[in-house]
């Protein structure tokens, strides 16, 4: 990993609720600092500092985003110290490997004066509801979505030329592997390749395959067949020994978007909206599924329906934006009460135990 700095998703706000790839983010990383307590916006913070410090120490990190709040963190990884600091506060969903001795949990509420907290604590029980019910709703928003997506693949389904998108599928294991093999167990790590925020859907393809020499883009419509290929590459490097980096849909946790093989320098990513890119490097090459595999025609054929579905799509993930807005909103409002309650020396403190229990100071 040449690039000092990544950026990921470890979990989304899906159609299927909020799903966690954290424990698969974390593989092979024994040193897990977990910060407990539940304390909005305190946890984001520190995990920032012992990252930028990390950074500053000349590490490469990977910077785990929050699809809660634009801008903040739910954890750092530090691969060089076999290290990583997450938030473990609700809903975030890391199952504990080995607590006490791969896991060590800190609570951030030792920096908060509770006392301060006790005129709030009627505002805290209600932003806590709110931020609740707006996810929720978020929630079942995608949730539509997806079952609006869904009826727009049956389009293409039925008019997918099965043995040629399968042909494709064969052409890209060849590109990939050939006849290559690795005498070694597999190392796949998965999480999303982007996810739905309060600002929209966000993404990090460029930062993602920028180690990558070879970029295949896959370009389509729904139902083309791209996940399917996917999910194929990723069960012959498995098979083959090859370690793989697997990108699930923020939309649908169970569909993949992209697999990067790092020891072959290898991406291959569906690039259609919301992550539709276009070839930049003289390397970059179009996989088109439409082209490939679906019958001429069904375009113009079922121009109307697409539009249609294609709008609702929008007006159902423009709805769950919104009320994931609403929720940040909330947790904005909730991290301002907790910073006035926090005791800056006390927290400085905090800073300087997670820093040297991640490794920082050795």
């Given at each position: 990993?040449?690039?000092?700095?990544?950026?990921?998703?470890?979990?989304?706000?899906?159609?299927?609720?909020?799903?966690?790839?954290?424990?698969?983010?974390?593989?092979?990383?024994?040193?897990?600092?977990?910060?407990?307590?539940?304390?909005?916006?305190?946890?984001?913070?520190?995990?920032?500092?012992?990252?930028?410090?990390?950074?500053?120490?000349?590490?490469?990190?990977?910077?785990?985003?929050?699809?809660?709040?634009?801008?903040?963190?739910?954890?750092?990884?530090?691969?060089?110290?076999?290290?990583?600091?997450?938030?473990?506060?609700?809903?975030?969903?890391?199952?504990?490997?080995?607590?006490?001795?791969?896991?060590?949990?800190?609570?951030?509420?030792?920096?908060?004066?509770?006392?301060?907290?006790?005129?709030?604590?009627?505002?805290?029980?209600?932003?806590?509801?709110?931020?609740?019910?707006?996810?929720?709703?978020?929630?079942?928003?995608?949730a539509e979505a997806l079952r609006i997506h869904d009826e727009w693949e049956a389009v293409f389904i039925a008019h997918l030329d099965r043995e040629k998108a399968n042909r494709v599928g064969d052409e890209v294991l060849h590109l990939f592997f050939g006849e290559e093999t690795q005498a070694k167990r597999a190392r796949i790590r998965r999480m999303y390749l982007g996810a739905a925020t309060p600002a929209g859907p966000k993404d990090f393809v460029p930062n993602l395959t920028a180690d990558a020499s070879k970029r295949y883009l896959i370009k389509g419509r729904p139902g083309s067949g791209k996940s399917t290929i996917l999910k194929r590459l990723v069960a012959e490097a498995e098979r083959r020994g090859f370690d793989a980096?697997?990108?699930?849909?923020?939309?649908?946790?169970?569909?993949?978007?992209?697999?990067?093989?790092?020891?072959?320098?290898?991406?291959?990513?569906?690039?259609?909206?919301?992550?539709?890119?276009?070839?930049?490097?003289?390397?970059?090459?179009?996989?088109?599924?439409?082209?490939?595999?679906?019958?001429?025609?069904?375009?113009?054929?079922?121009?109307?329906?697409?539009?249609?579905?294609?709008?609702?799509?929008?007006?159902?993930?423009?709805?769950?934006?919104?009320?994931?807005?609403?929720?940040?909103?909330?947790?904005?409002?909730?991290?301002?009460?907790?910073?006035?309650?926090?005791?800056?020396?006390?927290?400085?403190?905090?800073?300087?135990?997670?820093?040297?229990?991640?490794?920082?100071?050795?």
């Amino acid at each position: 990993m040449s690039v000092k700095e990544r950026h990921i998703y470890a979990g989304g706000n899906t159609a299927r609720g909020y799903r966690s790839f954290l424990n698969a983010i974390l593989t092979g990383i024994n040193r897990r600092v977990v910060l407990a307590g539940d304390v909005e916006g305190l946890a984001s913070s520190l995990i920032e500092k012992v990252g930028k410090k990390a950074v500053q120490l000349g590490k490469q990190v990977e910077w785990i985003h929050s699809p809660f709040v634009n801008g903040a963190f739910d954890g750092v990884v530090i691969p060089e110290w076999s290290a990583a600091v997450v938030d473990g506060g609700y809903p975030r969903q890391l199952k504990p490997e080995g607590p006490g001795v791969i896991e060590t949990c800190v609570n951030v509420q030792d920096a908060v004066d509770k006392q301060k907290l006790v005129s709030y604590q009627e505002e805290i029980a209600a932003l806590l509801e709110r931020i609740e019910a707006s996810t929720l709703e978020a929630h079942q928003a995608f949730a539509e979505a997806l079952r609006i997506h869904d009826e727009w693949e049956a389009v293409f389904i039925a008019h997918l030329d099965r043995e040629k998108a399968n042909r494709v599928g064969d052409e890209v294991l060849h590109l990939f592997f050939g006849e290559e093999t690795q005498a070694k167990r597999a190392r796949i790590r998965r999480m999303y390749l982007g996810a739905a925020t309060p600002a929209g859907p966000k993404d990090f393809v460029p930062n993602l395959t920028a180690d990558a020499s070879k970029r295949y883009l896959i370009k389509g419509r729904p139902g083309s067949g791209k996940s399917t290929i996917l999910k194929r590459l990723v069960a012959e490097a498995e098979r083959r020994g090859f370690d793989a980096e697997v990108y699930h849909c923020g939309l649908d946790p169970n569909s993949l978007d992209m697999v990067v093989l790092p020891e072959k320098g290898l991406a291959i990513f569906d690039s259609t909206a919301p992550h539709e890119y276009f070839p930049e490097r003289d390397a970059d090459e179009v996989i088109d599924m439409y082209a490939r595999a679906i019958q001429p025609g069904t375009d113009e054929r079922y121009q109307e329906q697409i539009a249609s579905f294609q709008n609702r799509y929008k007006e159902a993930t423009k709805k769950g934006t919104t009320r994931l807005k609403a929720a940040e909103d909330c947790r904005i409002r909730l991290a301002s009460i907790y910073r006035e309650a926090t005791d800056e020396s006390k927290a400085a403190e905090l800073e300087a135990a997670i820093s040297n229990l991640a490794g920082a100071d050795k």
